[in-house]
């Protein structure tokens, strides 16, 4: 039978990338976001049938309820959960507005904790079952105009860390996957020339590039609690 894989903030992106990837490896897929066109048509694009789409904002810890459960009722145990479901608001602390700053704690952080508390009961019943949550390498470097966003990142290793010790008597394993700039309609705004010189290896990274990291750790039955960075060596130059 193919393991169920649930992907949140799987329409685009990273996370459209992971479920690709995961399709094509003979997983069902289910792909969360918020909007249901977008997911729709994503789901509508992997290869196999019987994958299924569902609208859901990670952040509500009542429709993320609602949904596993669903999810759990319609499809059965999960397998695999990917949290690539995240916004940015960038701005310098002094301008950055109250409810800018609850929103992508609330989605980035809490979205993460609630989808694997959602998760895990289900979980418990598959092999070999896994999650990978989506940080970012400003997570661990810190950036000036993302002192949030930065703080909800850096929460998810803390996070990553903890659940993976939680529940490694019960065979699941929690890493954290840290991209660096990646090709994606959140970094379609950003000055590319100008970041590049910071690179290494002196150009952004593909959101198929970070989907095979993001299998490797799916797939890699003695790693938990590790933090996989995925930049082209920015960090070394941050
Ligand atoms: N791209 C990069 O350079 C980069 C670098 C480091 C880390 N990351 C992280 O990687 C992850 C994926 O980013 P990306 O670049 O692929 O971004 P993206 O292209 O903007 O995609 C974000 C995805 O998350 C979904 N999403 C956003 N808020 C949501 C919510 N409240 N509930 C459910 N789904 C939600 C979006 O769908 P809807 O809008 O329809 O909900 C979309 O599917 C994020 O956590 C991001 O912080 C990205």
């Not at 949290?83 to 700053?101: F, Q, T, V, W, Y």
């Not at 529940?167 to 950003?190: C, E, K, W, Y």
Request: net charge positive; proline share 2%; glycine share 10%.
């Amino acid at each position: 039978m193919s393991r169920l894989a649930v992907v949140c903030g799987g329409s685009r992106g990273i996370g459209r990338a992971v479920s690709r990837l995961l399709a094509e490896r003979g997983c069902r897929l289910v792909v969360v976001s918020r909007n249901e066109d977008a997911t729709q048509a994503t789901v509508a694009s992997l290869h196999g049938a019987e994958h299924v789409a569902f609208s859901c904002d990670v952040s509500k810890e009542q429709e993320v309820q609602k949904t596993f459960n669903t999810i759990q009722k319609t499809c059965g145990n999960i397998s695999y959960l990917v949290n690539a479901a995240g916004i940015n608001r960038d701005a310098l602390l002094l301008r950055s507005k109250p409810e800018d700053m609850v929103s992508q704690l609330h989605t980035n952080l809490l979205g993460t904790m609630l989808t694997c508390r959602a998760a895990l009961r289900s979980m418990l019943h598959t092999k070999g079952a896994a999650i990978v949550n989506i940080g970012s390498v400003v997570g661990l470097k810190g950036n000036a105009g993302q002192c949030v966003y930065s703080a909800s990142k850096a929460g998810l290793e803390g996070f990553t860390r903890s659940l993976a010790k939680e529940v490694a008597s019960r065979q699941i394993r929690v890493n954290l996957l840290v991209p660096g700039f990646i090709h994606t309609d959140m970094t379609t705004g950003l000055e590319e020339q100008d970041k590049l010189r910071s690179i290494p290896l002196g150009r952004f990274g593909e959101p198929e590039e970070v989907a095979h990291a993001v299998l490797f750790l799916l797939e890699s039955p003695y790693i938990t609690g590790q933090v996989l960075v995925v930049d082209g060596g920015l960090q070394l130059a941050m």
